[in-house]
């Protein structure tokens, strides 16, 4: 009986040794074996390893791009204007030991980079002005931030391999400043531009005004030719039917006079009834 208790006690403890001494490495990971707080063994391969049980200890480390990303900082540019920027890094961990020893996870590494980064970026921004982060050149101070952090991020055992700026923004009261002269030079600008519509308004309205008065008087010039032209005509067609018979032209232009003359019963003439006028009512014969 108690050889059978002794064959489960070896067989258990054979287990806790077992599985104390193996362990995996993922091929996303790097391992670190350390025994007694010192680092006596770094494996880069995938697959099952072995470590000597309660005296060796793992700590795995990501082999993959990792990020860091800094907290907004209000930095002031050459030309002493300020500007709120957002920037984050991208490192990789190229020495677990110097990683492990220094910043020892990444809680640590976020915590490190964040100030060098904020360090750089003050140092460069604050040697250039404002606008130039609105401009092409915004990837040449990118890059010299990138290679200031990546030299003092080589003592925690991490290459950076980029840095961008998110965002660069003005504070609130810049940016109702700026809001502020961006409108009062809009409405400079805008009276300006009405002032210009009213004066050409004016200038085509002045001309327009000139050019139809023109017209008009073309217009009358060329009706009153034309009426003198047909007035002309029809007094001339007039001559020539009244010069066919003289004689039945007096006659007739008599009668007209007549008609308007005598149009009423009461109408008194003194003349003599042998006047021009009654030549052709033969009043006096």
Known sequence: MLKIYYIIFVIFASL??????????????????FQFGEAIRVIDKPGLKIKVPFIQNVEFFDNRILHVEAEAKELTASDGKRVI??????????????FYKTVYNNKGVTIRVNKILEASMRKAIGKVPLITLLTGERSNIMLIILNQVNEEAKNFGIDVIDVRILRADLPKENSAAIYRRMQTAREKEAKQIRAEGQEEGARIRSKADKESKILLAEAYKQA???????????????????????????????LAVYRNSLKKEDTSFVLSPDANFFQFLNLGK
């Open 85 to 98: 920027v957002d920037a984050f890094a991208k490192f990789k961990i190229n020495d677990p030991v110097m």
């Open 16 to 33: 806790i040794l077992i599985s104390g001494a193996l362990f995996s490495v993922d091929q996303r990971q790097s391992a670190v074996v």
């Open 224 to 254: 009153q030719i034309i009426k003198g032209e047909g007035d002309a005509a029809a007094a001339q067609m007039q001559n020539q039917a009244y010069s066919v018979d003289q004689d039945f032209y007096k006659f007739y232009k008599s």
